[in-house]
């Protein structure tokens, strides 16, 4: 089991950039997938970075090209840098973390989720 805990949330201008921090309660690299999500008042939760065991990130393509999703192994924290940040973007983000089971193809539980309590992001005009 993990504890995650995010950090880094505020308000920023439209076309600004925020850093969110997600620290883990134990090492994290190659045990767990990583992830970042959203949701905003009235919508449903949203994936906006995944990061598997090995490194390899994929983003949706709402933030590709703006966002970036990274692993700091030594302390254990998992970050999201937002770019030219846009008012689409306001929403709380939460980190989760879910445990490889296949040591073979890294594949991750579906069932066995860890999530952060969220950090709010405000993006105004």
């Known amino acids: 089991q993990v504890r995650l805990v995010e950090s880094g949330g505020g308000s920023v201008q439209a076309g600004g950039s925020l850093t969110l921090s997600c620290k883990a309660s134990?090492?994290?690299?190659?045990?767990?997938?990583l992830h970042w999500y959203r949701q905003s008042p009235g919508k449903e939760r949203e994936a906006v970075a995944h990061?598997?065991?090995?490194?390899?990130?994929d983003y949706a393509d709402s933030v590709k090209g703006r966002f970036i999703i990274s692993l700091d192994n030594t302390k254990n924290i998992l970050s999201l840098q937002m770019n030219e940040v846009m008012e689409d973007d306001t929403a709380m983000y939460y980190c989760?973390?879910?445990?490889?089971?296949?040591?073979?193809?890294?594949?991750?539980?579906?069932?066995?989720?860890?999530w952060g309590q969220g950090t709010q992001v405000t993006v105004s005009r």
């Open positions: 134990s090492a994290v690299s190659r045990y767990y997938c």
């Open positions: 990061m598997n065991r090995d490194g390899r990130t």
């Open positions: 989760m973390a879910n445990p490889v089971i296949d040591t073979l193809t890294g594949y991750c539980s579906n069932r066995e989720q860890y």
